[in-house]
């Protein structure tokens, strides 16, 4: 085989195996599931034209040239979407290196390393960058709709991003491995991902916190004060902006420095690349340093067990990316609530609901992969415990780490409002133990590499933890504000639980 024709098969090889991926991720693994796949996909996409249109659909008639307030509130857009796109790609590279196992494979080829390795990251790039198109193509569609064919190029800008923030996740995961070594690569990674994703959005809302006293975003973004410090008109910092509105030169000029950022980052790391990627293989094999003799611990069996979930949750090496993200969208409801002790402000009853939606999706994550994500079940099932007494210790888990990381907000919201702190702590508990139930009713024995692919295993549990946190956020903050709507809406609630449970395949 010659090295084009090397490098021609490893192309295929790196789009095979990220359509893999990508249909394992919606169908589970499981083939009979693919048309319903497509058919909920295609219908998600048409579902998520709604929000787009309630979220956009008003800028469609935008004309250039635009003030100020508005090229600051649509790069400010363009932004986030980048950071989401760059925390996703430091992700995927990171997997790239720890979780392939075709090392053995590449080195066996005859075309060189560089190459091929050329081939993986231009793969990186186009898998982020598709994905971005995915997501946007609703958005972009509205504005289409409303606006006219000029926002077209709106996809031209998703491609540059796409392949900027492939560029530049490749090069920062790189340089990681070169500073700090695999072992610290992939904890350090997870962490970086996570803050780059949240990072701005959080930091806009503690902005918006500190000078006005208020979560929303855009009370920053269209403030007079921030205007006056950006740039002319004329900068090049407006580009985004402009290119998404059909400035031809802008978005030229958008696509060439992204083209030209991944050349360089393939010109630059494709060799390192490969050398990062053997080191990384060697840590993966090499094994864990032995740990030191530690005594025997005592307690019950109970306390074992539950000892042992917290162990394994610490270990996850995963678990960091899964979560991080949802506690650091508590930070600024955190300061809100610090910066408002003794203010009964309707800023102060939003924290409520964003508590509450967050303890749901934490504890439904948690609980899958305590209850369905056990690596060593027939271990397990020798334990001298009965099966509900396992469950049970795997739910306390759950319950107690959830516990430890909202029990400082409540208690903090106690002297600010002592009701809202009952309130609070009340729909945390609720909305805990309704995403772990569901959970519970639709556990299947699954690794817990797979926490990513979770929502396949029962779309119907999925969508119910879903609404489930969204009902129990949406009660308390109208318990604050309408507690009639407040009962009714927890009885809604109530009753979708229920139904989920009825339907669930462990009704016995």
């Known amino acids: 085989m010659s090295s084009a024709t090397a490098l021609s098969w490893f192309a295929r090889h790196e789009l095979r195996l990220a359509w893999r991926e990508w249909f394992a991720m919606m169908t589970g693994g499981r083939r009979r599931r693919a048309r319903a796949a497509m058919i909920g996909l295609l219908f998600f996409a048409a579902l998520l034209h709604v929000p787009a249109w309630a979220v956009i659909g008003r800028f469609a008639n935008l004309q250039l040239p635009l003030d100020k307030s508005s090229l600051i509130v649509i790069s400010a857009t363009i932004f986030l979407a980048w950071t989401l796109m760059a925390s996703q790609a430091i992700e995927s590279v990171t997997r790239v290196f720890y979780a392939r196992a075709d090392l053995d494979l590449i080195m066996s080829s005859p075309a060189t390393l560089a190459n091929l390795f050329s081939v993986r990251i231009a793969a990186i790039a186009l898998t982020v960058t598709m994905m971005a198109l995915l997501f946007s193509t609703p958005f972009i569609d509205v504005l289409l709709i409303g606006g006219g064919v000029r926002w077209l190029?709106?996809?031209?800008?998703?491609?540059?991003?796409?392949?900027?923030?492939?560029?530049?996740?490749?090069?920062?995961?790189?340089?990681?491995?070169?500073?700090?070594?695999?072992?610290?690569?992939?904890?350090?990674?997870?962490?970086?991902?996570?803050?780059?994703?949240?990072?701005?959005?959080?930091?806009?809302?503690?902005?918006?916190?500190?000078?006005?006293?208020?979560?929303?975003?855009?009370?920053?973004?269209?403030?007079?004060?921030?205007?006056?410090?950006?740039?002319?008109?004329?900068?090049?910092?407006?580009?985004p902006a402009r290119a998404t509105m059909g400035d031809v030169k802008a978005l030229l000029l958008l696509?060439?420095?992204?083209?030209?950022?991944?050349?360089?980052?393939?010109?630059?790391?494709?060799?390192?690349?490969?050398?990062?990627?053997?080191?990384?293989?060697?840590?993966?094999?090499?094994?864990?340093?032995?740990?030191?003799?530690?005594?025997f611990r005592g307690g019950s069996r109970q306390q074992a067990l539950?000892?042992?979930?917290?162990?394994?949750?610490?270990?996850?090496?995963?678990?960091?990316?899964?979560?991080?993200?949802?506690?650091?969208?508590?930070?600024?409801?955190?300061?809100?609530?610090?910066?408002?002790?003794?203010?009964?402000?309707?800023?102060?009853?939003?924290?409520?609901?964003?508590?509450?939606m967050a303890a749901g999706q934490l504890a439904g994550g948690l609980a899958w992969l305590t209850i369905s994500g056990e690596d060593a079940p027939d271990l397990v099932a020798t334990a001298p415990l009965t099966p509900s007494s396992v469950i049970r210790a795997k739910i306390e888990v759950v319950l107690i780490a959830i516990a430890?990381?909202?029990?400082?907000?409540?208690?903090?919201?106690?002297?600010?409002?002592?009701?809202?702190?009952?309130?609070?702590?009340?729909?945390?508990i609720i909305g805990a133990a309704s995403a772990t139930a569901i959970q519970l009713w639709f556990r299947v024995q699954a690794r817990r590499s797979q926490f990513r692919r979770?929502?396949?295993?029962?779309?119907?549990?999925?969508?119910?933890?879903?609404?489930?946190?969204?009902?129990?956020?949406?009660?308390?903050?109208?318990?604050?504000?309408?507690?009639?709507?407040?009962?009714?809406?927890?009885?809604?609630?109530?009753?979708?639980?229920?139904?989920?449970?009825?339907?669930?395949?462990?009704?016995?």
């Open 404 to 428: 430890i990381i909202f029990c400082p907000l409540v208690a903090a919201l106690v002297f600010a409002s002592p009701l809202q702190a009952a309130i609070t702590a009340t729909m945390i």
């Open 306 to 356: 539950r000892r042992k979930e917290f162990v394994l949750l610490c270990r996850d090496p995963w678990l960091i990316s899964q979560t991080l993200m949802q506690l650091l969208y508590l930070v600024p409801p955190a300061l809100l609530l610090w910066r408002s002790f003794g203010d009964s402000s309707a800023a102060l009853t939003l924290i409520t609901p964003v508590i509450v």
């Open 153 to 239: 190029a709106a996809f031209g800008v998703v491609i540059a991003m796409g392949l900027s923030a492939a560029a530049i996740a490749i090069a920062v995961t790189i340089l990681l491995f070169r500073l700090i070594g695999p072992a610290r690569t992939r904890f350090v990674a997870q962490i970086l991902a996570a803050i780059i994703g949240a990072g701005f959005v959080i930091a806009l809302q503690v902005a918006a916190i500190v000078s006005y006293g208020t979560l929303s975003r855009f009370t920053i973004l269209t403030s007079g004060t921030l205007a006056a410090h950006a740039p002319d008109i004329d900068s090049i910092w407006w580009w």
């Open 454 to 508: 979770r929502q396949t295993s029962s779309r119907l549990a999925t969508f119910a933890e879903a609404f489930s946190s969204i009902g129990w956020a949406a009660t308390a903050a109208l318990l604050l504000t309408l507690p009639t709507a407040g009962i009714v809406s927890g009885l809604i609630t109530a009753g979708l639980v229920a139904m989920t449970w009825k339907f669930s395949p462990r009704r016995d």
């Open 255 to 295: 696509l060439a420095l992204g083209l030209m950022l991944l050349g360089c980052v393939m010109a630059i790391f494709s060799g390192r690349f490969a050398d990062t990627a053997i080191d990384a293989a060697a840590y993966g094999t090499s094994g864990r340093k032995r740990a030191k003799e530690r005594p």
